[in-house]
């Protein structure tokens, strides 16, 4: 297993378009995060599956957002009618939801330009 | 929702020298964990602390959990260049991080 693949690496866009990320976990691991980072602020939580199941949205998932993790697998995150206040880092982690004291595995992110 | 409280936000020191980094709230977590990040990448663990008062050593680096696990620290002894980073920390109750400390060693 190679660890967390996220894709495309970059990404740039214009205002108004729709992007969409993928992310392909570890294997075996059943959770799924989606983070948005900008510079100088540490990772914030948007949402997170536990295999195919979205149990969780942050308020800062608007309805421009969405993700799906239809088999339980790799996860896409879609962004609808871009602005410029997308501009961030997109990090994909996953974790295996049975260890208890789980810490998360990230990719190396998507970073999306908005011009 | 936890508020991590992490402090200092910049850290510039010399190599060789030691430094402390802070990671603070007001609740009680189970478990919390300490990544580093470098520009460009995806944050990467270098430990989880569940009980109080528990210390654990990764070469240089030292993690304390406090006796009420409410806060945390980490040491770096002997800094060199290669701990450059962004160090995070993260409880994952409520899958929250903090601002980071932005670590700076310069040659």
């Known amino acids: 297993d190679t660890g967390v693949s996220q894709d495309p690496r970059h990404k740039i866009t214009k205002r108004g378009q729709n992007v969409t990320f993928r992310c392909d976990p570890i294997?075996?691991?059943?959770?799924l995060y989606w983070y948005r980072q900008t510079l100088g602020q540490g990772p914030e939580f948007l949402t997170y599956?536990?295999?195919?199941?979205?149990?969780?949205k942050s308020r800062l998932l608007s309805d421009r957002f969405s993700a799906e993790r239809p088999k339980g697998s790799f996860s896409t995150l879609e962004i609808q009618r871009t602005e410029q206040g997308d501009s961030a880092m997109y990090l994909c982690?996953?974790?295996?939801?049975?260890?208890?004291?789980?810490?998360?595995?990230f990719g190396s992110g998507t970073r999306l330009t908005v011009v | 929702t936890q508020l991590l409280e992490q402090s200092p936000q910049f850290l510039s020191i010399q190599e060789g020298e030691n430094l402390t980094v802070y990671c603070n709230s007001s609740?009680?977590?189970?478990?919390l964990q300490w990544y580093r990040q470098e520009p460009g990448e995806g944050p990467v663990l270098l430990v989880t602390?569940?009980?109080?008062?528990e210390v654990k050593k990764l070469k240089r680096l030292t993690f304390q959990f406090g006796d009420a696990r409410k806060d945390s620290s980490l040491h770096i002894t002997a800094a060199q260049p290669g701990d450059t980073g962004l160090y995070l920390c993260?409880?994952?109750?409520?899958?929250?991080f903090g601002a980071g400390t932005r670590l700076t060693v310069k040659p």
């Open positions: 602390v569940v009980t109080g008062g």
């Open positions: 993260a409880v994952s109750d409520d899958m929250r």
């Open positions: 294997s075996e691991h059943n959770r």
């Open positions: 982690a996953s974790s295996l939801a049975s260890d208890k004291y789980y810490g998360y595995t």
């Open positions: 609740s009680v977590f189970s478990s």
């Open positions: 599956f536990q295999n195919e199941a979205q149990l969780e």
